[in-house]
């Protein structure tokens, strides 16, 4: 029987690259926020679960600032971190494959009970199904994941706008009062879709702690399986780029600053022009449902992943700006903690909104969630650099490493 094996010191760190996941999980929350007060669909339009027309300044902000941008940023970190995971465990004499596995189904773990227990909108348990695969493909040299990274997003997100601009001109003849018999029906059908899921999810969010669990349980037991197909082809090939990123050295100052530059500019730009004409024309037809789900799917993928490139590329040229400022610090220990900063804001949020917490829900006006937001990132900020002058990692982090070497024999 072979001996465990002592779990490894934590390998040497990129701090440029837990600068830019500071940001990010930072910026997840402005997004997350409409999830952690209402309904699913709430984050979809500034239209459901009710109009609210003193939410829809915030809604336009955070959909052109924040909205895909930083989940696809934060997922292109994760490629990245695999990749050095997989690197120190190797220093190390031990299997990277057999471990980085083990790694990413008790994040799957974490992620199901995250869900389970707290709210519907887990990224966790995605990212470790996703992971799994993307580590099958870790070997491959950077231009061959980019290749396929690209080819699986662009095609598979191409082919689904094609559908999706067809239900939005079917959506704009009903409302017209111009639709055919079969797409009044098809529009009634979704607006009763809607507001049963509305439905479902206000009963959750009322409930008490053990009730919203056994409602979860009973209503939607395999959210987090049918979210990871949702969007595997998101996921998957985001994180393929960001391993390829890595291998580059993007995060270890490899590029410089001309290609950051242009990198940047053509991201943030192109990409933010797309997203600001999206929403002209949402706004001026009234945030229609069908098109508000198409927009922020299929038809905000492109720019979404230009515009978290271009972040990658601008937070990588501030960082030596900002290395040894407070601000530079405080994001750069944000991001080293990110995995409890992530599941911290949920319970904190959940403590606002939910019914066993204060209860505040959808009644509270949306104009008002930006402050909230604020909040959290005050709390994301405030504990992580006196944290971890004190212990290697942040307390979820620990708790992740070691189960994930528990038991590991070399």
Known sequence: MSAAAPIPSSPNRIAALDFVRG?????ILAINITGFWGPSLASFSPALPHADPGGVGWFALSFVVFEGKMRALFTLLFGASMMLFVEATERRGFNPDAMQARRLLWLAVFGYAHYLLLWWGDILFPYALCGLAALALRRLDPAALVVIGLTLFTVSHGMDSLGDLAGIAAEQRVLSGHGTPAEVAEQAGMMARIAASIADDTRILDAGF?????????IAPFLPFSTTLSTLTETLPLMLIGMALHRSGFFAGAWSERALRRVAACGIGTGGAITLALLAWLWMHGFPPRAMFAAMGDLSALPHLLMALGYAALLMLLWPKLAQ????????????CAFTNYLGTTVLMAGFFSGWGLGLGPDLPRAWLPAFVLLGWAAMLAWPEWWLARFAQGPLEAAWRRLTWLGAAR
């Open 23 to 27: 940001v990010a999980v930072l910026g």
């Open 325 to 336: 400022l407070g601000a530079g610090r405080r994001l750069a220990a944000a991001g080293r």
């Open 210 to 218: 053990i009730e919203a669990i056994r409602l979860r349980l009973s």
